[in-house]
C-alpha cells in the first residue's frame, strides 16, 4: 500500500463517445491537453474502433498527432483498442499504452465485440505479445465484472479467473469495470479484498459509474481493500452507448477531491483540474459537473 | 451487527427550514405521512425552536395533532428541540422521541443555540432526566463532529468524550452529525469503529450531508464500522441555515436504495419512497431529488 493513487482519466473517450455532439480533433486535443495539465496520471485519450459505430471517435489517431509535441502527453496517454486492428492503429499513432476489453458475461461480448467472453480472450492474449515486442504498455479492463445489463449479476469466481489469467500472461494493469454502474460498496469491498490479497495492488484498478450515485463510496471501498489506480471521467462525462441504463463515469472531479481530502497524493492540480471540468462542459454542452463541482469550485475561490 | 437498519428521516425538519418556500401544516402532515407510509422508521417531523427564528417550524404542534389520528405515526415521530421550553412543548404535543444537539465545537454551540458546549450539555442532562419520568426518548445529536464551519476540523477526541458521557447518562440514541458535509469516509470510519469498540452500535448513530457528494460513501464507511442508524432527507432536502456551506442532507432515496442493495432491511418500501420523494418535490418545488432517483424510477417502471 501506498499513498499514492493513479487516476487514469477516460472523459475524452468514455465520456465524448456518449455525447450528442461531436467534438473536432482540436477540440479533443485541448480538452486532453487542459486534463493532462491538471496533473492527471493517465488519460485514455480515444478509441481506434470502427468511426461507423462511434463516429465521435473518428480521427483518434490526429488526436495522438496533436499531442506529439509534448512527451509528457504523449507518456500520459492510452487508446482503446478492440482488436488487433485496432492495436496496429494505436501503435502507429504512437500509443505508449493501450486499453483492451475483456468480458466477465457472454452477453456482453456478444454485443459489445461481437466476440464469445474466450474470443476477446484470446484476442488480447495475442495484443500483449505484440505489444511486449513493441514496448507498448496493455491495460486489460474487465467488462460487466460485478453486473451485466444483459446476463444479470456476475459470478466474482468469473472475474477472479479472468483477472488470474491476465495477472498471469502479464498484462500492466487489469480493471475491474462496473460498465453499467450497477456495484454496491460492500460487493466492491468484498472482490477486491480478494483480488489484492490474491495478486497484491500494484497492477489492479477499478473503472466505476454513478449511475446509482455510488460511484465515491465504492472509490471508497476500493482503496480501503488496497486498490490505487481509478478510472474517472472529467466532469462526469460518459456512458456506454451498447449497455442500457449506463451513465456518467464517475467524476474526476469528485475523485480527485475525496482522495485528497483523504491525504492521498494523485498529483492533481484541483483548481486546474476545474478548468479541465469546465472546458469540457463548454465544449460538449451536457457535462454534468462532478457531483461536488458548485461546493469545490467556492472553497476554491475562497481559499485562493 | 444486525441486518436491520433504521433510517430516520430529517426532511420534515432538516429539509423544510432551509427550503425558502414555507409549507402550511395541512402539507407538512401530508409530507410526514407519505414518509411515514414507505415504511420509514423513524421520522423528524418538526421543531420547537423560535418561529421568528425558524419560521418554516412554526405551528409543529398542529403537525403532532395531524399525526394523532394513526398511533403508528406518532410511535415514528420526533421533534427536535433547543432547550426545556422546546422539551415542554414538544412533550405536550405528544412527541414520544425528542432530539437535543449537542456541540463539539464551541463556534457552533455560540451560533447556533448562543450557548457554550458546556451550557447545551447541561441543558440536554436536564432534559434527559425528565424525559425519563414523561417515559420520552431522548436521541442526543452531536452536531460539527467532524469539522465546524466557524472552528475548523473537529478534535477526535471531544466526539469521543460527548458521546461516552451521553451513553453514560442514558441517552437513547447519540447521533454524530456531519453538520456541514464535510467528513470524508475515512475518518467517518475510524471515528464509528472506535466508538463501535467502546459502546457497541445498539445506540449509536450517523447524520451525513451530501454537500461533497460524499454522503453515500460515509454511510458506506459507518456501516462497515457496524452503524446501524443513519438520518437521511426525503427528497436530499436539507442544509442548516447558521452553518455556512452546508448542503442538502444525503437523501433518503440514495441510502435505502443502497442498503436494499447491499441486503439490509430498512423497512422501506421503494416505490412508495419515490412517491413521498414526488411529494417532497412538488410541496417545496425545490427538492433536489435523490442523486439516483432518475435510475431507481426507471428500475421500478420496469420491474413493476
Same mark, same amino acid.
Given at each position: #500500500? @501506498? ?21 473536432? @480533433? ?14 492527471? *496520471? ?7 474502433? *470502427? ?22 502527453? *504523449? ?14 492503429? /494505436? ?5 505508449? #499504452? &493501450?486499453?483492451?476489453?475483456?468480458? /466477465? ?32 504498455? &496493455? ?49 466492491? !469491498? ?23 450515485? #455510488? ?12 486498490? !490505487? ?5 472529467? /466532469? ?20 480527485? #477531491?475525496? $482522495? ?16 479541465? *471540468? ?17 461546493? $469545490? ?8
Amino acid at each position: #500500500m @501506498t499513498d499514492r493513487i493513479i487516476i487514469t482519466d477516460v472523459g475524452p473517450r468514455d465520456g465524448l463517445q456518449n455525447q450528442l455532439k461531436i467534438l473536432a @480533433t482540436d477540440e479533443r486535443v485541448a480538452l486532453v491537453r487542459a486534463i493532462a495539465d491538471a496533473g492527471v *496520471s493517465q488519460i485514455e485519450v480515444g478509441s481506434f474502433v *470502427s468511426p461507423k459505430a462511434v463516429p465521435a471517435m473518428a480521427g483518434t489517431d490526429q488526436v495522438f498527432a496533436g499531442l506529439r509535441d509534448q512527451p509528457e502527453y *504523449s507518456a500520459t496517454s492510452l487508446a482503446l483498442i478492440p482488436n488487433m486492428k485496432g492495436y496496429q492503429l /494505436a501503435r502507429d499513432a504512437g500509443a505508449k #499504452m &493501450v486499453t483492451m476489453v475483456l468480458y /466477465a458475461s457472454d452477453g456482453m461480448a456478444q454485443k459489445n465485440a461481437a466476440m464469445s467472453m474466450a474470443e476477446a480472450e484470446a484476442v488480447t492474449v495475442d495484443i500483449l505479445n505484440c505489444a511486449r515486442e513493441d514496448g507498448i504498455e &496493455v491495460v486489460a479492463t474487465v467488462a460487466v465484472a460485478f453486473e451485466c445489463p444483459f446476463d444479470g449479476p456476475t459470478d466474482p469466481a468469473v472475474v477472479e479467473n479472468v483477472v488470474a489469467r491476465f495477472m498471469a500472461y502479464g498484462a500492466d494493469q487489469v480493471v475491474l469495470a462496473d460498465t453499467i454502474g450497477a456495484a454496491h460498496p460492500q460487493q466492491v !469491498r468484498d472482490l477486491t479484498a480478494a483480488l489484492v490479497a490474491e495478486h497484491g495492488a500494484e497492477r489492479l484498478g477499478c473503472h466505476f459509474h454513478d449511475t446509482r450515485a #455510488m460511484g465515491l463510496a465504492n472509490v471508497f471501498a476500493a482503496v480501503e481493500s488496497g486498490v !490505487r489506480r481509478f478510472d474517472s471521467s472529467i /466532469a462526469g462525462l460518459g456512458g456506454c452507448p451498447f449497455a442500457p441504463g449506463a451513465s456518467g463515469n464517475v467524476s474526476t472531479d469528485d475523485v480527485a #477531491m475525496m $482522495l485528497a481530502q483523504m491525504g492521498f497524493e494523485t498529483g492533481i492540480d484541483l483548481g486546474k483540474l476545474m478548468l479541465a *471540468s469546465d472546458l469540457a462542459a463548454r465544449l460538449t454542452g451536457t457535462a454534468p459537473g462532478g457531483r461536488a463541482k458548485p461546493w $469545490l469550485q467556492n472553497y476554491l475561490l475562497k481559499t485562493a
